[in-house]
């Protein structure tokens, strides 16, 4: 299959992620053997093998093990660890590839860092409000934040890897959606249900971010519903069906 805009962008966008982690916190996390790897001799052996089999990992969607595998026999020295920075530095380059491409659309685009289900306390702190919501950010305001080399306490919100095995997902919030902290998804903003007529009409109860519309917020909604019942009836006239 032909590759992705993202997976394209990523490719494009190694040599300027590959490596980082290396010349940053990533060789003071990982153990002993392979710190003194990374530290002595070989932090440029390693770059380098990123550099190299990074693009053919993406481009022929390889999996991070075989990514880590291939790092491996290129440097001649073998640990597990190897696959954290795997797993880091494409993290890094798919998130770049991602943020790349919503940046061609509009530097302003409204985006979150989805967290993963196992992510550290550092990163809801981040990306996660106390409601549970996520943080809301312009691209343009996190795209050239980096946490290389800063300590836990100075940590900003980032495109790429917070640190060393980082899960959290760039996303874009369309205008009138939200993040579900229940159900994990991107969803509209107000939802409405349907419930189906004797006269072949609809009515309709609204809830937004999850919850109940008052009496007046759905007073606002009136409008709105009375084109909805017109759509239904004429629908339900010529035997069709609407589904909102």
């Not at 640990?79 to 954290?84: H, L």
């Not at 902290?181 to 349907?194: D, G, M, N, Q, Y």
């Not at 519903?225 to 069709?240: E, F």
Request: proline residues 4%; contains cysteine.
């Amino acid at each position: 299959m032909k590759l992705s805009a993202i997976e394209a962008a990523a490719i494009r966008s190694v040599n300027k992620v590959a490596s980082k982690y290396l010349a940053g916190n990533l060789a003071n996390k990982v153990k002993s053997d392979v710190s003194d790897i990374i530290n002595n001799a070989n932090r440029k052996m390693i770059a380098d093998a990123i550099r190299t089999e990074l693009p053919k990992n993406i481009e022929k969607r390889q999996t991070i093990l075989k990514l880590a595998s291939e790092i491996k026999k290129q440097i001649g020295a073998y640990s597990d660890d190897f696959q954290k920075i795997a797993h880091t530095e494409k993290h890094n380059a798919m998130q770049a590839g991602v943020a790349t491409e919503m940046y061609k659309v509009d530097p302003n685009i409204k985006v979150v860092k989805i967290p993963a289900l196992d992510a550290c306390r550092y990163c809801k702190k981040l990306f996660i409000n106390p409601d549970g919501t996520l943080k809301v950010f312009r691209l343009k305001d996190i795209v050239n934040n980096s946490n290389v080399g800063k300590s836990k306490t100075a940590w900003l919100p980032v495109v790429d890897s917070v640190h060393p095995w980082c899960g959290c997902e760039l996303a874009r919030i369309p205008q009138g959606f939200w993040f579900n902290p229940k159900t994990r998804f991107v969803e509209p903003l107000i939802k409405s249900a349907s419930t189906l007529q004797k006269n072949g009409t609809y009515t309709y109860k609204h809830s937004l971010r999850g919850k109940p519309l008052n009496g007046d917020e759905e007073k606002k909604l009136d409008v709105f519903d009375n084109v909805l019942k017109g759509i239904s009836l004429s629908q339900s006239l010529i035997g069709g069906h609407c589904e909102h």
